[in-house]
């Protein structure tokens, strides 16, 4: 007969050892078991990467200098496409061979990422088949779409969807011109799949435009929005907090660090809480880094290779 100390002790044992049964559990049903990131004060940096140049594993390679956290938050996948079937007159989501070898190798090229807390977002482009996110011809339509793209975050282990409403060129392939209530539809439904994952706005496009329709505004089920013109500060009209917000955009190697310091430094004075950033390469750019990341976080950055 056990004693009521040992009997304490051997339920404590069994609770633990259940608990950890259910995280391992969870991890192999997930493929990732997010580490706690190094705790960071300030804004939300985002990496686009292209993937058709540029390795994803990139964006897990920058810290910062002081305290270790990751310099980076959010990695877009760039880009997926939406694209028009003609038999069956339906926009369809499109891999092109070098997203889709980052998809089928998450194990190697989005795990390590997410491992570190860092998200993985995919983003949607046109791809000039007329096919875009303004011009679904019905809600049924809409809602088909937004399935595809759900299933696409559920079968990869990603963490959202980006839309960017480029592209599309409306018109291509017998396709309507852009309406008022194809984005609604398709935000909408995207949310009401995936309630708990990102969805952010490229603030481009005739999509960018046509939030609310029918008495509904989908303003508010956009995670986060940043403005699409790099070197430049472009408040994204969209109803959105500042804390949701990127002002800011830069292309690394490409915006000079005088002007990328000068856009993190507004960013913190006025508030923001998201600076945006596109085309990580696989060199080392910690001095590009390093020029917003001392008025975001007030560290250098350190490279890893």
């Given amino acids: ?3 009521p100390v040992r009997s304490r002790v051997r339920t404590a044992v069994l609770a633990l050892l259940a608990v950890t049964a259910l995280a391992f559990s969870a991890t192999l049903t997930t493929g990732a078991a997010a580490a706690p990131a190094r705790a960071k004060q300030g804004p939300t940096s985002v990496a686009y990467v292209e993937v058709n140049n540029n390795s994803m594993l990139n964006v897990g390679k920058y810290t910062l200098a002081n305290g270790g956290g990751n310099v980076f938050d959010i990695a877009v996948i760039f880009a997926a496409n939406i694209n028009y079937d003609t038999s069956t007159k339906a926009a369809t989501l499109y891999f ?10 998450a194990a190697t090229q989005i795990r390590p990422l997410q491992q570190k807390g860092i998200k993985v977002v995919l983003s949607v482009l046109g791809n000039h088949q007329g096919a875009g996110f303004a011009n ?10 937004a399935k595809q793209l759900s299933d696409a975050v559920a079968k990869y282990g990603l963490d959202g969807i980006d839309f960017d409403d480029e592209y ?15 984005f609604v539809y398709l935000v909408s439904a995207l949310r009401a799949d995936m309630p708990d994952k990102i969805i952010s706005l490229y603030n481009i496009g005739p999509a960018a435009s046509r939030l609310s329709y029918g008495g509904v505004d989908v303003s508010s089920m956009f995670d986060y929005a940043w403005n699409p013109y790099y070197g430049t500060w472009q408040v994204p009209g969209i109803a959105l907090p500042k804390s949701k917000l990127s002002p800011a955009a830069v292309e690394i190697g490409g915006t000079s660090k005088s002007t990328a310091a000068a856009l993190a430094r507004r960013t913190v004075a006025e508030g923001y ?27 250098d950055a350190v490279y890893a290779r």
Avoid at 96 to 105: G, H, K, S, T, Y
Avoid at 291 to 298: D, I, K, M, N, S
């Fill in 1 to 3: 007969m056990s004693t």
């Fill in 96 to 105: 092109n061979e070098n997203v889709q070898r980052v998809l089928d190798n």
């Fill in 136 to 145: 679904f011809p019905s809600r049924q339509a809409a809602s088909t779409f």
């Fill in 168 to 182: 599309a060129e409306y018109g291509n392939n017998g396709t309507g011109q852009p309406n008022a209530s194809s």
């Fill in 273 to 299: 809480g998201v600076y945006l950033t596109y085309n990580l390469d696989g060199s080392d750019r910690s001095a590009d880094v390093s020029a917003f990341t001392r008025e975001l976080y007030g560290s």
